[in-house]
RNA sequence: GCAGGGGUGGCGAAGUGGUCAAACGCGUAAGGCUUAGGACCUUAUGACUUAGGUCUUCGUGGGUUCGAAUCCCACCCCCUGCACCA
């Protein structure tokens, strides 16, 4: 028995690969080229399996390419532009618990402790070692040669610089006003991952409306401005502080105290004066739209967390309004007025308020009830008579035709509340701030997107249903904020107060993979916008370069485009559009990416990871145990974009199968020889599942390929010497296509394969994947054997059955005639399949076979059968059927009834 | 709200017009091996059936077809993403 011993093996074939260089890409024009790329990480921390799921990926795709002839260039680099990075520095620095323990966990010394909290960069490159010795274990092809860090380097800013002027220049540029949440207390972007609570939670824009009492301004914060003229009164709410503030340009509102510290960052206030609201309650602002007189009352339901708490009430379309009208109906009886419904839904949407508030519902209901009633309004609702104004609108229209209004009359003002409460790391609680000078990338321009559809229409997607996602994306694109205030990274070129964020310093760098090498050897005083120009865009250079520059150009011209681009599904809306328009914006058509290809989340072994739990999967731990082939199944996890489940005790079958295929390596020299038919057999299922696992490896269907090029082969190879094959050469042309077949996943120990079969040059040296020998292939003959496998089990179902042990079996084929009724039977449902016209056939009609054949429309015989061969696998199967069923088994011809093509008769005694 | 994806056996999942009771894996049961357990191997695992048969299922309801998990229509339910953040 040979024994699967991977380190050895591992270890012998690495070396191999690494002496050869091929990995490393070198421009060769005689040879066509593929260029794969898989996004930058970021280096804050270990690699796990769920991480190398995407890069086994992509490595079984640049294998495949070269077993298939192409030159591939598949660089790596890192990132360490943004905030990660110094948060993470940061966290240590605070000795916050879990990230020590978390270094703990992985030994890593005191002292790179201590670094690590003082210097970012240290920590980015003492990580991004370690994953590359992690790429390098699991065996990934990636030529390092090329590698770089964005944006460490001064050349790479200056790249990244280059391509803001460009953008500038193109007029995708632009800088305005942009509401973010923010930290009071830190004075920074809150970001989804710096909060403690409030993940997913965002800037909501409301519509403040000013009513004039006097001199002073009551600024009523809404959702819904288009309600106003079903306005009955304000509500403010006596148990809570007011103030009277002064902004900028003179006016006076009252509005919670509360409400001062979020506006501070929206509003300017000049003055805060203390102020009474009780003073007011009771007096009646003018409605400015329907110069209705609406009393100011008190609701104790007002929050003064929430906006000005000031609120406009519209009870027949406001459940709480509505429930505190009711209430003042009595003590208020001078102002009370009926509240007119303005908006009408038809249909089942439609919510009966006035009923359903009168069943005095509880807080929580009432605020069910109020999202019930703005959805259903909202999408289906159309404003009636009682609307002068939008009368026969939707209420999307209303809505904005109000707005405009309220702008007109100068009555309108916006506020950003955050969607939920946002909690920051530090404690403080989040609010709204509106950045006022924030730079664009300008993703809305209309010819931008167009063009960028195009190039989506044109690139190859794996799986097929990304483009539509992408395409929904990409049309769905609002401009995006490409600068931030803290971090790392490079400065905009034209206002240093700004660094460019990560996600926009990285949709172009595929391109300096190409030059990263040769780009070190240049001066850098050569490293300007005119190179960049001159050799990405093939502009006239402004003046005299050293060669290497030449070979920059010649080598980005060489491997340009982006052939295929792996990475996991949320990258998909942002970093993947991006990428896609930044290069139609900046680079001519034939330098547009060509190929994508989307997997989803790992889950290995169940749960989730969890370093806590002192479960992590290492990389390097997962490929000493169990070695890198093994570790390398987990690409087999989904075919699609699925997240995928997938644990560990797979990789038992692998090894199991392994040892056969190592065995078989040793002992095929000694088979006898001999032609049968199971060998016609098995070149014509090994040209099948060669055509698959091409398919399948074409497609990054890596679920399927596996299962066929691996486990769907050996089952081959088993049955086949299971049934008495014994020919020296086929198992050897078979051991050959099989180890090619799962190279691009298994690597090491298909070399090992190919090696002890006396082929000398490595896989990915030459052409090698097999080519299909279409004449090998044998459908009948396969069929047939479908045939013994359906006969096996029937006679299996019988000896159940039957309850007994059989000592002799009798197999009885069909004669030839009616193999030739079956396949007329065959050929006529092909032409056509009207099972009516069969049975008015005059000829076959009446055969009581044809009807057998045709009873259930479900189960049509589909293939034509050969009576010759039918016979002779049968006999010649009469040995592994012995064996197999611990009977004498006897295969002879048989005219008995039940003797049918393709279902012989059996006898069991 | 907008967009995308999905509902198949105890579970995970394959299967997109025809030999489908449904691959593969897990779980469960019986047997083998073992002092025993684990691991491993064999067999079974929708229901009924003593000669290979029949019946019932693929979220719900309807339709197209000789034939539907697969195509069409309506409905119910679930998941994911929505930006300055990697």
Known sequence: ???????????????????????????????????????????DGYLHLGHLYTWTRADIYARFMRMRGYNVLWPQGFHFTGGPLVGFSLRIKNKEEQVLKIMKLYKVSKEDIERFAEDPLYLGNYFAKSIRGDFDAAG??????????????SKYSKFVEWQFRKLR????????????????????????????????????EYTVIKFRLGDIILPAATLRPETIEGATNIWVNSKIQYKKITLKGGETWVVSEKFIDKAKYQKRIEKVEDFNIKSIILKTVENPISHDALPILDADFVDENLNTAVVMSVPMHAPFDLVYWNKLKKSRSKFYSEPKKIIDVNGKDSIDIEKAVSQKLATENLERLTRKVYQSEYNSGVFNGN????????VKEGRQKMISELKERGVYDVFYETSGKVVCRCGAIGVVNVVEDQWFIRYSDSDLKRKSLEAVERMNIY??????QLTNAIMNMEDKAATRRGGLGTSLPWDKNWLIEPLSDSTIYMAYYTVADLIEKLDEKYVDDDLFNYVFLNEKPKRQYPDIVKEMKR???????????????????????FFIMNH???????????????????????????????????ITQTVETFGADATRLIASASNGMDDAEWNTDNIKGFVDRAEFLLDLVEAYNDLPGGEKLVDRYLKSRLVDLLKQAEYDYEHFRYRSAVFNAFFQSTDLLRFYLDFGGDSKENMKSALEIISKMIHPIFPFISEEINEKIGNKDLLESYNSWPELKHMDQDDTLQAEFDVLNKTIDDIKNLIKMLKLQPKEIKIGVADRSKFDVYNKVVERLKQDRDLGKIYKDKELGRDELVKKLIKNPNKLPDTFRDYEIELKVMKEAEEYLSKLLKARVQVSESSDEKAIPGKPKIEVK
């Open 169 to 204: 220049d193109l007029g995708l540029i632009t800088q305005g006003k942009h509401p973010v949440i923010w930290c009071p207390r830190e004075d920074t972007a809150l970001g989804d991952h710096d909060r403690l609570e409030g993940e997913g939670e965002s800037p909501v």
């Open 584 to 618: 139609v914006a900046i680079f001519g058509k034939d330098f547009w990416p060509r190929g994508l290809s989307i997997n989803g989340w790992l889950v290995i072994d169940k749960a989730k990871m969890s370093k806590s739990k002192g479960n992590v999967k290492g």
């Open 140 to 153: 990934m092809s990636i030529d390092w040669s090329k590698n770089f860090s964005l944006s460490y380097t």
């Open 1 to 43: 028995m040979a024994k699967y011993l991977h380190d050895k093996l591992d270890e012998k074939w690495r070396k191999i690969y690494e002496k050869s260089g091929i990995y490393t890409g070198k421009v060769d024009t005689s040879k066509k080229k593929a260029f794969l790329t898989v996004p930058v990480m970021y280096p």
């Open 387 to 394: 609307s002068g104004l939008l009368s026969g609108l939707s």
């Open 463 to 468: 799986p097929e249903e990304i483009r539509a």
């Open 555 to 577: 080598s980005f011209e060489y491997w340009y485009p982006v052939d295929m681009r792996v990475t996991a599904k949320e990258l998909l809306p942002n970093h993947i559009a």
